[in-house]
Structure formats: C-alpha cells, structure tokens
C-alpha cells in the first residue's frame, strides 16, 4: 500500500513539473507512507529528473531533500545554510533556504505544491507547511522541458488519467497565467465526469472560469465548496486575481464571501 502511495505520488509531480532547478531541496509529506530518511524524496525525485549523478568524482545526487518535521520549518524559517552530509558514498547538501514543497494531505486529495502567489494552504493544513509556505520557492520548477520520462520498472506504468491528472495540469498551466489552458482543462475534466474529493481543488479551475469563462460556471462550482474554511480561502484567492473586474469582484462577495451586493 505504501509502494502504491508513493509511486502515484511521483506521478503526480511528474504531471505538475516539467524540470527541478539542480540543487532544488525537496519537502515533502506522502498521505499515510512514512518518511524515515530524506532519502525516501530525494530518491523517487532524482530517479525521475537526475537519475545520472552529475558529479564524475563521486556519487552526488542534484536534487535534495529534507523531513517534513518541526526542526525542519525552523530550519527553513531561519534560512540556516547548507548542510553536507555523506551516507554509503552519496553526497547531498540539504539547503534550507532552497527549498520547494509539496504534500498530499490523504489518498483522495492530489498533490499540493506550496508556496508562490497561487498556494491554496488552509488553516486545515499542517502547521509545519504553513510556517514555511512563504520560504516555498515554486520558481525551482522550471517550464522549458519535455514531461519527464518517468521510468516504469519503478514508478510502474502511468496511471489512468483522472482528476488529480487534470488538478496538475491545471496548476502548471496557472503557475503560467496560461488561463486559457486552465479553463479548458477543467471544461474537459467536467465533460469526463470527474471532481475533486477535496474542494480545495476547484480554485484553479474558478479562477480561469471567472476571467475567462461563463459567471453561470462560477456560480455552479461555487455550489460544491461548503466548507467555510474553504469558502474563505476561495473568496480571497478569488477576489484577489489581476486584472478582475468589478462585476467579477462583485459576483465573487455575492457567492463565496458571504456579502450582497
């Protein structure tokens, strides 16, 4: 169970990032799978991005990792340096204050990145990531690269396409501003039966939908987001969009921030 955990894990950052910054240090949190030594990210993370060690001298990994634990986000917050560590001959400089984060908060959710501009953290998220999103540097994921060639004989095929594929997607293309490819991934999701177990997931494809596509569709996805803590996250995410126009600012109070017009 937890092999299957963390190989759909990779698959789904193998969807949402195209190419880490070498030297990038990877948090991460699989849903229930345990994360004994860092080696349990940086491992999957370089097999799929740097599986060549770049350094012809010694086994040196390019990407590295860090425990998703409280010493960790103290670390982080205090930006400490880089930490040099040797184990069985590989090399890794952990750097605290290069580092990009994802999780998956159970197994129906899909994997998060947090940090940037669109980090969609709630006060139902741990508290470790949400004292290190603003340290979350989403600039390491790097747009210009092929998807990356996942290798089968350890992550096992690709899975079937179904929502998280989209949610990924979907955020990538956001982290773009390419709304245009955004609202059509979610128009096609929708036309392919799928939603998200957790509502949170909708806020990419409401905010292509408030800027580009129909305030019918705004109003219907916004139907599905009961919780107030959601609903609180998605009044600000939403309202605060460039470039909204205030009928849109309007409609946005009107069905998610509890106002009238």
Known sequence: HESDEIRNF??????RVPMFEPASTIIARYPTATIQEDYFIWGPANLI???????????????????????????????????YDKRREIVT??????????FQPDRDSCVRVVGGEFSDLTDYDPEIFLAMDHRSETEKILFDYPEPDVPEAVFGTEPTHD?????????????????????????????????????????PFLQAELLLGSPQQVDEI????????????????LFNLENL???????VERILCNKTQ
């Open 93 to 102: 400089y952990t750097n605290y204050g290069n580092i990009i984060i994802f």
């Open 163 to 203: 929502w998280c594929y989209y949610y990924q997607k979907a955020s990538l293309a956001r982290q773009q501003y390419l709304w245009d490819e955004v609202l059509r991934l979610g128009q096609e999701a929708r036309q392919e039966g799928f939603a998200p177990a957790n509502p949170i997931e909708w806020i």
């Open 10 to 15: 990779w698959w789904q950052v193998a969807w």
């Open 222 to 237: 916004s139907k599905s987001i009961t919780d107030p803590v959601i609903r609180a996250h998605a009044c600000q995410a």
């Open 245 to 251: 126009s205030t009928e849109s600012k309007m409609q």
């Open 49 to 83: 991005y740097y599986p060549v060690p770049g350094n012809e001298q010694y086994i040196q990994t390019t990407l590295f990792a860090a425990l998703p634990t409280g010493e960790t986000a103290q670390k982080v917050v205090d930006r400490l340096p880089q930490e």
